[in-house]
């Protein structure tokens, strides 16, 4: 069975930064992307952030310059390291292990307050 965890959520004040993890395990083989999305209080999901096995990244408007994507194939993982936090950045955070997988973790609250 195909599993997706997610932790590094937190409380952090506007400016600060995080480091989200994602590590994905079972039977896991071929190409496939990884992703974070997030989901803030009264909106849709949306992507945040997309990584495919060669490298190529792929990033929200409201976050490019700010957030940085990262995966590690050896380990099935992926990270979001985020800076310059602002309240706007509020919401549960999930990642996506990709097609043919499309398998989503459970979720990790950040919340950007003073």
């Known amino acids: 069975q195909v599993q997706v965890v997610e932790s590094g959520g937190g409380l952090v004040q506007p400016g600060g930064s995080l480091r989200l993890s994602c590590a994905a395990s079972g039977r896991i083989f071929g190409i496939y992307a990884m992703g974070w999305y997030r989901r803030a209080p009264g909106k849709e999901r949306e992507l945040v952030a997309s990584?495919?096995?060669?490298?190529?990244?792929n990033y929200a408007d409201s976050v490019k310059g700010r957030f940085t994507i990262s995966r590690d194939n050896q380990k099935i993982a992926v990270y979001l390291e985020m800076n310059s936090l602002q309240p706007e950045d509020t919401a549960v955070y999930y990642c996506?292990?990709?097609?043919?997988?499309?398998?989503w973790g459970q979720g990790t609250q950040v919340t950007v307050s003073s």
């Open positions: 990584i495919y096995q060669n490298g190529m990244t």
């Open positions: 996506k292990l990709g097609r043919p997988y499309d398998i």
